[in-house]
């Protein structure tokens, strides 16, 4: 079949397509064959992030970070490997006591309330740092103690604090937490407006460590830091509550990267939480929200 | 080209795909727009999972379940629009006593020690009750208490625990955990015996509740629901230690839908802590650790 020269210009395209259709065949098979592999190789390697869900969930808790860093051969245990074991330093009290003492730890924490107006009054360093130690009794994964508390009193480091947060608020109110959230929160009366953040005498900016690095470079897992630091958290709250003063406990929605340059910490480390801390204003209000009875949130077997 | 019957088969062959060709060539092309069209879509659906990760880790932290149930139009928000705001019960302490209680808190539960071997001793149920609604006072997200806390006294309940645990635990321990992970874990000589799930005379299992039902059947979004429950995690581990008691935090990994279902829980929840609470053993030992001082966990503006 040689090429027809005609007059008629659709003869020749129908021409030209008869004498080369299968190259037409071969290239559409060979992009369809391409194209295929290369979804295979995406689809794969968004399931190795995506794969069973709770696995991933201890992964990231495992390492929010890069991978793991020591290779088998190299494997030395954070903690050291001859670690004594020693007998526990315990003193039994009377039931009795210990039935009263609950109760009364009970009393303490119920008369917490989450405070957002706070009295400009000064507060002994000496107080916050009792209970930032006290917070740092906590349990962690493996020991490994993820934390870092930044304790703000200089108003000029607040102030900027401040900026940031409400500017980032604003957005936050206005945009990126969407109708069902703000409304939700309608009823608590809150806003973009953060007074308490230059009231109140410190503010304790509470960073995850999602690793640390070793003696020898390598970076050192930090397991289940978000729950460890949550939980110290809990206890930070609990020391509050305990040495007289009040709280808020606020998570600042994408304040983190920008307050983490202000106070210079590391890229291993994340902002978790914003406490203000201090005496609540003259004639503070608060919601009037009632707690779920004991039988709403137990269960016993 | 007509069929042309030969003695020689491979001839025969050889003429069958002269004549049929096309056909295979077509069947290639459809197979492979077929799968390509497949992964295409598999591909787009894993996407929207991944997305951005800030955005993901709220929207997930916000809704661990399905989409938000509510259209504007029937926007309602959690608590009573019109909810009171009333004042403050607060009474201030003289800052002298605020130290004093902050230098004893601290103390406190610089004693505490996470314990994996307990007597069993029993304990009062009233503690109990006491230390869990005291876990009850924490503050949440939007105050949705997203908590439920199975307390398990019953023999046969804790060995059917400790049963599920403890097969996990070792394929955990042998397989999924890793060995960077186990490493990090010899110097506190764990394995997936597990003694303490029947030794203790309480677990206390903390689920966390990822979503609740309206009064209207819609569903009530819990916002950060994991950080709000490990926070409260924090306080009942306070109120265990206050109350004179001995506890260990413990994440059972991948036994939550067993365990789940074992004590009846629904779909909505996920088990995030299980606790044993008790007296410590006779000559019990624990890691002879340290905790980091204050100028490694604290940083003043």
Known sequence: ???????????RNEMFFEMYWQYFV?????????KLGLYMKKSRSTETIVEDKQTKAHRVSRNDSDSES???????????????????????????????RSEEFYQLMNRRRTVRHFSTKGVPKEIIRNIIKTAGTAPSGAHTEPWTYVVVSDPETK????????????????????????????????NWVKEYLT??????????????????????????????????????????????????TSTPL??????????????????????????PAEACL??????KPLDDILVEF
């Open 1 to 11: 079949m040689g090429v027809q020269l005609t007059e008629n210009g659709e003869q």
């Open 26 to 34: 071969a290239g559409l098979v060979l992009w369809l064959t391409v």
């Open 70 to 100: 020591s290779p088998d051969d190299d494997l030395c245990p954070a903690l050291p490997l001859d670690l004594k074991h020693i007998p526990l330093n315990f003193s039994k009290i009377p039931q009795e006591e210990s039935l009263k």
């Open 159 to 190: 102030r900027k604090i401040r900026e940031i947060i409400e500017e980032e608020e604003e957005i936050n109110y206005k945009k990126r937490m969407g109708k069902v959230w703000t409304t939700d929160l309608k009823p608590l009366r809150t």
């Open 199 to 248: 009231d109140a005498p410190y503010l304790i900016l509470v960073f995850k460590q999602t690793y640390s690095l070793k003696p020898d470079g390598g970076k050192k897992i930090h397991y289940y830091n978000e729950q460890s630091v949550s939980l110290a958290a809990g206890i930070l709250l609990a020391a509050i509550q305990n040495a007289g003063l009040v709280s808020l």
């Open 254 to 279: 994408n304040c983190g990267p920008a307050l983490r340059a202000l106070l210079q910490r590391p890229i291993s480390e994340k902002l978790t939480l914003l406490l203000p801390v201090g005496y």
């Open 286 to 291: 608060v919601p009037d929200l009632t707690r």
